[in-house]
């Protein structure tokens, strides 16, 4: 929890500068570990390849990115039920937040899922696929607003 709170008055009454009001400093104090920011601990805890601790640490986080959660679910590779719920997951949140995401794209994501077992070609195939789609998603974001400009006249 962030906020402002007083400090100790010992360290709070400090003189006004003209040397005769006095005021209360505040202190921005954050709540943060000792292990620092909650997404710094994520990425360490996907690092070491324990599933457990990176889905624990996912849950101090207040959004997880496409690209996390795709490093997570390739985490339970050696689950083979709780990987393909968790690809099923990633899939349907792909077509969510990329709705003009072609099928082919997500043919390539499920094939990519089943390699990625076997091999890590798979997981560059997915890596891939989504970097390609972040792309195609930002393209069209700027081809639509140029086009809008064009339109309206205001470009």
Known sequence: MCGLRTLGQASVRRPHSKGTTWHHRRANICSVTSQGHPHARFRRALSTGDPRLAEAAARDLHHVSLADALELCLLYRGDPERYERAAAR????????????????????????????????????????????????????????????NYTGTG
């Open 90 to 149: 990633w899939i349907a949140r792909l077509i969510a937040e990329r709705p003009k995401i072609h099928l082919s794209e997500i043919e390539l994501a499920a094939a990519g899922f089943r390699e990625a077992v076997h091999n890590d070609r798979g997981v560059v195939v997915l890596r891939e696929c989504l970097a390609a789609s972040t792309r195609a998603t930002a393209g069209r974001a700027v081809t639509g607003a140029v086009g809008k400009a």
